[in-house]
């Protein structure tokens, strides 16, 4: 069992589960909320890493990220070096490669309240803001902690980006996932099936509380 | 739901086989077996199909019944394992080149690898170093071996990525994200990274001989055909083409 990446791996998928709630949440709410009729060109925007395969978004971190594009120019101008081969490159392939998976239940919990409360609200002199801290949140708790730990599971188990971008850097860009990938490259079996049922028992145990808090049918794909 | 059958039947037809042959080949051969297998076809009819990978994968996933006929590997040792293990044919081992390690640069790179050599990879612009994957790709064993050879290793380890197989650590300097790479000399000769970058080729005593060699497989179905193919990589038309990508026994005496 490899600690090192394990650890690692779990720093990943906690930072960008993280991020994804402070990201996440003001794009959900503008999803459920906007009239706007080009909205459904940015669901499909949100849902796209859920059909891409992980190969298109290495790709992009990896050449249009990379050194020779002037996006990553400016990144690496920056910081002095290039995303690719880096913590922060996997955070940013990961923040893309699990977003819908925030944003989705985000969303689906902020469109089920009841909208004669937030009109109450506002007939009490809230503004959006307060309406939205006061009522919206506190009424979408479940759907919160659900975008959060499907998000952190997701990344957890990302493994196409990272092999595409990380380089394999021990404490770095090795993690869980590629690490069994390894292990079973060198058919180090025994190794490997003790990583692997560490991996399957702590998703487990992460879906089962998002399962646990909604107690009903639920799946990640079109909330409506 | 007729036609739903009708489509699901169709769909997995297209997964039975002809009369093709399946070879894995080590990534360094990913530019140079497409051309021999080109004029194979073009000669024989016979249609070969290949999957690339590094060599220690591809031998694994021989142990677990992946359906090739021919093996190229880029070590000699994992065929030879193979052989041990029964799953390959003794009498069909042939090693057809010396597999050749280069230090390579993009063009737009300052350094001069002609005067630096190796040295080369302790310049402040390098940042990141590509190499294969030690733990199953014999080009990233190489790579060690030969930093280690050069006294450098423990200076660049820290600069160290790690590609999946050669051609990966050959990508990755390719596409800017590293500074150079120790890659085969076959993928610095090979069409797609030609005009991009320059090279040094590493002394033949700086690593362990990487002996490539081809075997056919015992599972195969297609035990003739697979041979026949075999028989076709100690032509001269075969052997000039491998030549061409720097594919080939080495002549220099020790």
């Not at chain 2, 076809?41 to 996933?61: I, M, Y």
């Not at chain 2, 790579?143 to 590609?163: K, T, W």
Request: hydrophobic residues 50%; charged residues 15%; positive net charge.
């Amino acid at each position: 069992m490899n600690w090192e990446a394990f650890w690692l791996t779990v720093r990943l998928a906690g930072i960008v589960s993280t991020l994804l709630v402070a990201i996440g949440i003001p794009i959900a709410y503008w999803l459920t909320h906007s009239r706007w009729r080009w909205k459904f060109l940015v669901e499909a925007a949100v849902a796209l890493p859920i059909v891409l395969p992980p190969t298109v978004l290495g790709f992009y971190v990896l050449v249009a990220l990379g050194s020779r594009s002037p996006l990553g120019r400016w990144w690496e101008s920056l910081t002095g070096h290039t995303l690719a081969f880096t913590f922060e490159g996997l955070v940013i392939g990961s923040l893309l490669y699990s977003l819908p998976f925030a944003v989705q239940p985000f969303a689906a919990s902020f469109g089920a309240v009841d909208s004669k409360l937030l009109r109450a609200s506002a007939s009490l002199g809230h503004s959006p803001v307060q309406t939205f801290r006061r009522i919206v949140l506190p009424l979408s708790k479940a759907g919160l902690v659900t975008g959060f730990a499907l998000s952190f599971a997701h990344t957890l188990g990302e493994f196409g980006v990272v092999l595409m971008v990380g380089g394999n850097i021990p404490g770095v860009t090795r993690t869980i996932s590629i690490d069994i990938y390894d292990q079973v490259q060198t058919a180090n079996y025994s190794s490997a099936n003790q990583t692997a049922l560490v991996l399957l028992i702590l998703s487990f145990l992460v879906l089962s509380i998002v399962y646990g808090l909604n107690r009903r049918p639920w799946a990640v794909g079109p909330w409506r | 739901m007729k036609h739903m059958l009708a489509l699901l039947l169709l769909l997995i037809g297209t997964f039975a086989t002809a009369q093709e042959i399946v070879v894995a080949a080590a990534a360094d051969m990913n530019a140079a077996l497409p051309q021999l297998v080109a004029a194979y076809t073009k000669k024989t009819g016979q249609t070969v199909k290949f999957s690339f990978g590094s060599s220690g994968n591809l031998a694994n996933q021989i142990r677990n019944g992946a359906p090739f006929d021919v093996f190229f590997s880029a070590d000699e040792d994992y065929p030879r394992q193979l052989i041990a293990e029964e799953l390959a044919a003794k009498d069909t081992l042939y090693r057809y080149a010396v597999g050749r390690l280069v230090l390579w640069i993009p063009a737009d790179s300052p350094l001069d690898l002609s005067k630096l050599g190796m040295k080369a990879l302790l310049e402040p612009s390098i940042k990141k170093i590509a190499i294969a994957n030690p733990a199953h790709a014999p080009y990233g064993r190489a790579a060690e071996a030969a930093l280690r050879h050069f006294g450098i290793y423990d200076q660049v380890s820290s600069r160290l990525v790690l590609g999946e197989n050669v051609s990966q650590a050959a990508q990755f300097v390719e596409s800017g994200n590293a500074q150079a790479g120790l890659i085969a000399l076959s993928h610095a000769l090979a069409p797609a990274l030609k005009d991009k970058g320059r090279y040094w080729t590493l002394p033949l005593d700086a690593y362990p001989t990487l002996n490539q060699a081809a075997v056919v497989l015992s599972r195969s179905k297609q035990q003739d055909a697979a041979r026949r193919f075999l028989e076709f990589l100690r032509s001269p038309e075969a052997t000039s083409l491998l030549g061409s990508y720097g594919f080939s026994m080495p002549v220099e005496t020790h």
